[in-house]
Structure formats: structure tokens, C-alpha cells
């Protein structure tokens, strides 16, 4: 601006040089530019204020203080206490995956059921082939050999939590659990050797309980749970849910899918005690049997099931709960922990246990000892009114096949520093029957449990086990192609695993296991939890047991064996 204004300022001067002879003129031109040097000083003036201030540093401006905070508001107090809320409502929940992929068979291709009579006139033996009797010799029907499926397994979902009771330091205790089948539908268990009225994955179906807790004495509680005998070495059992479980010997009465003193307890109610000097503690567990009947053949009261397992008529041809149903339950250990070593020591009752059933099929001599113990006028009546349900090699259930069952156990287990775990069980299972029906008393017996677990880095775990079922005094016979002349029913399961770990809630197991019966004893694999066994019944579909077919029954001796490989994930 200035440069222009100087420019025009010098050609004012150039005109008013021309025209110096008008004097007029010359006097307007000079008021013009005595002006225009007026806005040029102005103009100069404005500028160089413009410098001074955008060299001049930036001025210090003072923050006026902060206004004083009150309380905060009710609404964000509100909102800072929902966050760990919804934390402990999540962190309740829990559950396991199992599933796994089975190759397993029966083992009793080439079995044959023959005919058996005693030599001479005693009905209790020896026996011998039958040279008289020409009918023909049955074996086992249906596809008895290896067979692929898919199972579920030991899976669970639950919910617990805790309630803080105001003004003390009790709290309120609650747990409730399902089953869920993640390889076949939810419903009834009515598979063909197997039948019961509970539903798996219905609510409830688990260890579930209310109860209360204080920081020194203990819980109390009340509801569905397996009993202490069971859980008092679960630790020892690396194969829980997989082929090879212990369950298949250990708890398990008769060698059936049923673990009699493995089972989860209806209507209970237990004690679980602190640890007292930092090793000692115990549990104990009462059952009553809620039933109105004097020899427990309904179920008992609120119960889909009978007591002890399985639904009415299960192991007989009346709708009886007379295959294993009790009355009162009674349960407690002992459990000693230090350092490496665990011990304890566990023993379980049941009460007027009715196997009555024991009486059907019979399929030996030794039915006709004392035909007073079979109850043959109800048999005959019903015999009479339902002709077609009662089918020839069928006979009556016994009288008074009711008698208390226990079972003992002690177990010991030793950590060493790199690793390894050692495992060792002894029990014995008693069954009080009368002398006159110890002849079919294939329920008392030693058992012996030993296993290995060996951790590998921190990634990989191998098991190796070996359960024992020692010899019983008799044997039922009419339950399976009794054999007689061979009378040692002792059975011995092998197993041995690898699991490898990816993190600590997920790992991939591979099993395999084989169950080896000798005689007549006739333990499955599986039992304890899996949602698929395999047992030594054939696959004839009759509901009549007669042993000269070998139809419907289990085949004693048999050698179950297969391989399972699967995932297990907890949360």
C-alpha cells in the first residue's frame, strides 16, 4: 500500500511540474497531496502497531480455579455399582463339555449258551452238558462286534452362588445343575438295556442343593448329590467320564451299567466339615427313603425313579422297583491331606435293598433247590391274566430277597515332586442275604483299584490303570447264560490315556480300555457317567428271557475292549 500511494504521490508531482504556469491548478494539486501524505503517515502508523504486537510474546492467561465438586449424584453411583453386580451373577455359572468318538465291541462273538444238568440227583451240582437235551444251541444275535458312535460325556451345566445373611457370618448357599446331551436328543433313558424316568438335561439333574456356610464350622446342605463314599477318591480316577472309568468295578455291585455306590442320592441331606489342623476333614450324608411300602417296590416319595436307579419293572417282569430299590441311604468319610500325601477311609449303607428280580429267568437247576422262596401264586395269577407277557424260561420273583447292602473302602495317593501321582483303592461290598439265598449272591466281593498319572511338561498327561473285582459267593444265573460249571466270576478292566492340555480349561484326550470277564461275571465299559456303555447283552429284541435262546440277556464272559478319543472343556 504504501509503494502505491508513493507512486501515485509522484505522478501527482509530475503533473503539478507540467502545469506550473496555472497557478490554480497547481494549488489544488498541492492540497491533494498534502492529504495523501496524511493517510500515508496514518497507514505507516497502523503497521508498524501491527508488528509490535506479533512480536510481542502471547499474554499469560490464569485459569479461574475449578469449581468445587459435591457428592456425586445418586444416578452415577448407580451406575459405577452394576459392573461388579454383573460380574458375580456371570462368574456363577460354570460347566464341562465332554464329547467324545467311540470304536468299541462287545466281545462275545462265538459265545455259545448250552444246556447244563446237574450228575446225578443233587439239584445244586455238579453240572455237566445236558447229554439228553438235543435243542439247539443258541449264540449271541445282532451286531455284537466293533461299532463307531458318538457320545456324551460327564457334561454339565450349573449355576451356584452365596447370599451374606445380614448381622452375621452365615451365608446362604445355593447350586443348582443339568445334564446336557450334545450328541442325541434330551428325553427319557429308554434305551434298549437301559430304562429310566429321569431326563437328563431336565433342571435339577445334578448336584443340587441349598444349604448354609460359616467361615468355621462347615456347610450344611439339602438336595441331590453324589454321595461322600463316591467323591472320597474321585482324585484317584484319572479316567473320570472316559471309557476306562473305575466306575466300572469300583462301587459297582452285580457288573451292571448301574454303579450302586456311585450314584447321585435323591432327597439328601449332608454335612462337609472344614479342614481341621490343616489335614483333617469329613463328610457325612443322610438319605431317608421316603417310601410307604414295607419292601420299598414303588418309588420312593417325589422320585421319577426307584431308589437306588432305573424305573419300575427295570430287571423283572413285574412293575416292581424290586432290582436294586432301598430304603434308608447312610454315607460318610474321612479325608487326611499334607503335602503330597492323601489318605482316606469311606463307607456307605443302603437299606432293605429289594432284588427280588433275582428269581426271574431261571435258567439253571439250582431254581429248584426250595420253590418256597419264589412267590409262584402271584406269578401264576398274573401268568393267567396276561398270557402273553409271561413267556416259557420265565419264573417268579423271589419272596424275601431284601437285605442291607454296604460297602467299605480305603485309598491312598502320593505326589512326587516331577510329576507323578500314585493311586491305590482297597474295597469290599457286603451284601447281608439269608444262607438259604447266598447260592445267587453275586454282590459281595473285593475290589482293587491302582493307577499311574504322570504329567509331561506342562502340556501332557499319561494315565495307566488297573481295576480288580474278586470272586462273589453264587450268582443269580437266571439273568444271563449262566454257565454252571464255572463259578469264579472275578473280572479285571486295563486302561491307559493321554490327554494334552491346550490351555487350562480345554484338553484332547485318547483311551483306550478293555474289560476282561472271567465266568460268568459280566462288567461292562463305560459305567459311571458316559452317555454311552458298552455291555455284554446281545442284540435280540424279545422281551422274554429264556436261556436255551440266549434271547435279550447278557452274555457272562464276555470281553468288551475299544478305543475313545474326545475334547473336555470347563468353565
Excluded at 43 to 69: C, D, F, I, M, N
Excluded at 281 to 289: K, M, R
Excluded at 473 to 483: A, K, L, S, T
Aim: net charge negative.
Amino acid at each position: 500500500m504504501l509503494i502505491a500511494l508513493a507512486a501515485c504521490a509522484a505522478n501527482f508531482l509530475a503533473q503539478g511540474s507540467a502545469l506550473a504556469d496555472d497557478a490554480q491548478e497547481n494549488k489544488a494539486l498541492k492540497e491533494q497531496m498534502r492529504q495523501m501524505m496524511q493517510r500515508m503517515d496514518a497507514l505507516q502508523k497502523q503497521v508498524e502497531g501491527l508488528s509490535q504486537k506479533q512480536s510481542a510474546p502471547p499474554p499469560v492467561v490464569v485459569a479461574p480455579p475449578p469449581p468445587v465438586q459435591g457428592p456425586a449424584p445418586p444416578v452415577a453411583a448407580k451406575v459405577e455399582e452394576k459392573e461388579p453386580l454383573l460380574h458375580k451373577i456371570i462368574s456363577g455359572f460354570y460347566g464341562t463339555l465332554d464329547v467324545s468318538f467311540d470304536d468299541t465291541t462287545k466281545g462275545i462273538n462265538g459265545l455259545v449258551a448250552y444246556h447244563y444238568a446237574p450228575v446225578g440227583s443233587n439239584p445244586l451240582g455238579p453240572f455237566q452238558i445236558d447229554p439228553n437235551n438235543s435243542a439247539p444251541k443258541g449264540g449271541p444275535v445282532g451286531r455284537v462286534g466293533y461299532m463307531p458312535a458318538f457320545s456324551t460325556n460327564k457334561s454339565v451345566l450349573g449355576y451356584r452362588g452365596s447370599h451374606k445373611i445380614e448381622g452375621s457370618d452365615l451365608e446362604f448357599i445355593y447350586q443348582i445343575e443339568t445334564q446336557p446331551s450334545i450328541t442325541s436328543s434330551p428325553g427319557l433313558n429308554t434305551s434298549q438295556y437301559q430304562q429310566s424316568n429321569v431326563v437328563k438335561g431336565g433342571i435339577g439333574y445334578g448336584d443340587t442343593f441349598i444349604g448354609f456356610q460359616g467361615p468355621n464350622w462347615g456347610k450344611v446342605k439339602v438336595g441331590t448329590t453324589y454321595s461322600p463314599y463316591k467323591k472320597s477318591t474321585d482324585r484317584m480316577n484319572p479316567f473320570s467320564g472316559m471309557l476306562g472309568d473305575y466306575s466300572v468295578i469300583m462301587g459297582n455291585s452285580g457288573g451292571d451299567n448301574r454303579v450302586e455306590f456311585g450314584t447321585r442320592l435323591d432327597h439328601s441331606l449332608w454335612y462337609e466339615s472344614p479342614k481341621f489342623g490343616k489335614m483333617f476333614s469329613f463328610d457325612v450324608l443322610i438319605s431317608p427313603g421316603q417310601n410307604r411300602t414295607y419292601n420299598n417296590v414303588v418309588q420312593s416319595s417325589g422320585s421319577p425313579d426307584c431308589n437306588g436307579g432305573n424305573q419300575p419293572g427295570s430287571g423283572n417282569l413285574l412293575l416292581n422297583c424290586d432290582d436294586g430299590a432301598f430304603d434308608d441311604a447312610y454315607s460318610i468319610d474321612l479325608k487326611f491331606e499334607t503335602g503330597p500325601v492323601y489318605l482316606t477311609a469311606a463307607y456307605e449303607l443302603h437299606k432293605r435293598v429289594n432284588r427280588n428280580s433275582d428269581g426271574i429267568g431261571s435258567n439253571n437247576p439250582i431254581y429248584g433247590v426250595n420253590a418256597s422262596l419264589l412267590d409262584s401264586a402271584t406269578f401264576a395269577a398274573l401268568q393267567a391274566e396276561f398270557p402273553t407277557s409271561f413267556g416259557a424260561g420265565a419264573s417268579p420273583p423271589y419272596l424275601n430277597d431284601i437285605a442291607d447292602e454296604s460297602a467299605f473302602k480305603v485309598g491312598a495317593q502320593f505326589t512326587f515332586p516331577f510329576g507323578l501321582a500314585v493311586s491305590g483303592i482297597y474295597e469290599y461290598l457286603k451284601h447281608s442275604l439269608p444262607p438259604e439265598l447266598k447260592f445267587q449272591d453275586e454282590r459281595q466281593r473285593n475290589g482293587l483299584w491302582f493307577a499311574l498319572s504322570q504329567d509331561i511338561f506342562s502340556k501332557n498327561n499319561v494315565s495307566v490303570g488297573w481295576a480288580h473285582a474278586g470272586r462273589t459267593p453264587g450268582d443269580p444265573g437266571g439273568q444271563h447264560n449262566y454257565n454252571p460249571t464255572n463259578t469264579d466270576d472275578a473280572a479285571n478292566m486295563y486302561t491307559v490315556a493321554w490327554k494334552h492340555r491346550f490351555d487350562k480349561n480345554l484338553y484332547w484326550y485318547l483311551d483306550a480300555a478293555e474289560t476282561v470277564n472271567k465266568g460268568n461275571a459280566h462288567y461292562d465299559l463305560g459305567a459311571g457317567g458316559r452317555g454311552l456303555t458298552t455291555d455284554c447283552h446281545d442284540g435280540t429284541n424279545t422281551p422274554v428271557i429264556d436261556y436255551t435262546s440266549a434271547g435279550n440277556t447278557t452274555w457272562g464272559g464276555c470281553r468288551e475292549k475299544g478305543i475313545s478319543t474326545g475334547v473336555n472343556y470347563k468353565f
